[in-house]
């Protein structure tokens, strides 16, 4: 708990700082985050390759690596179809387009809104980063009550780059290898997958 | 992508050749936890400072999480499941 209200503030504060405090244009579009995430990203590495369990986890590695990539498959689109009961405005199809996004919130909504139109794109915009979102606030608590799986499958496409290194931190370095995965299956499942159900 | 597997690879490397450097290491993972505060600090900035997320979010933002939550509970309740029967499972075999 207290690890998820420690990343909710961060993030509730750069949501502040971005909306109310002005900051000059170029440090906006430069996009630090990214250089961020680059710098985050080298030492999850270092951490993985120094782990023994990691290692471990590697020589152990089987098929059953697939059942995670396909039971957020469909864990996604079952929740999205329930879900999507509430929103009278969506038709079936559109719910699970978006939903097909997996968190890769960039692809997607481009993709969605040269086939659907803007108002749909932005949709998917807002749905897959906040699919991000939610996953890097609740990854502590997802753990507890879900398993160790469960910031990998919440994460989806995201679990190879942008959620990958708070996976590792709350479910531990021997997961990372399966979050990589994960995250590279429904990277290039997205475009084949959101063009098959709008078309 | 390239760009993100390059460092992830990069750092995977240098992790394994400082596997016996411990306190190197430890250093490492100290910084990842600070750089996992700095990242969604950065990561809010640019949401905050984003117009078309935050014109748009009053109005479309409700249906968006709709859908985001749904997706999420879906998977983490078949990811529970796959957790029990094949993961776990296989760690108390160990």
Do not use: C, H
């Amino acid at each position: 708990m207290k690890n998820s209200l420690l990343i909710i503030s961060f993030f509730a504060l750069g949501v502040l700082i971005g909306r109310f405090i002005f900051l000059p244009k170029t440090i906006i579009q430069t996009d630090i985050s990214l250089y961020a995430l680059y710098i985050l990203l080298l030492l999850v590495g270092i951490g993985v390759g120094s782990d023994a369990k990691t290692r471990q986890a590697l020589k152990n590695l089987n098929i059953r690596i697939l059942s995670v990539p396909l039971s957020v498959i469909i864990g996604t689109f079952i929740g999205a179809s329930l879900f999507s009961i509430f929103i009278p405005g969506l038709r079936l199809k559109e719910s699970l387009a978006i939903a097909a996004g997996f968190g890769y919130y960039s692809l997607s909504s481009i993709l969605i809104a040269q086939i659907s139109g803007n108002v749909l794109g932005t949709i998917a915009l807002l749905s897959n980063l906040s699919r991000e979102i939610i996953t890097l606030l609740f990854a502590p608590l997802m753990v507890k009550y879900f398993g160790k799986i469960a910031p990998i499958a919440s994460g989806g496409a995201t679990s190879m780059d942008t959620t990958l290194p708070i996976i590792t931190k709350f479910s531990g370095k021997e997961y990372a290898i399966i979050a990589v995965f994960n995250g590279l299956v429904l990277t290039l499942l997205v475009p084949f997958l959101i063009t098959l159900i709008l078309k | 992508m390239i760009v993100v597997f390059g460092f992830l690879i990069a750092g995977i490397l240098a992790g394994f050749l400082l596997r016996r450097k411990q306190k190197l290491i430890q250093l490492a993972d100290r910084l990842t936890t600070w750089f996992i505060y700095l990242f969604l600090l950065l990561l809010g900035i640019s949401v905050g400072a984003n117009q078309i997320i935050m014109n748009n979010f009053a109005k479309l933002g409700g249906q968006a999480i709709i859908i985001s939550i749904g997706a999420v509970i879906g998977s983490l309740i078949v990811a529970n499941l796959v957790y029990l029967l094949v993961f776990k499972k296989k760690e108390n075999e160990e």
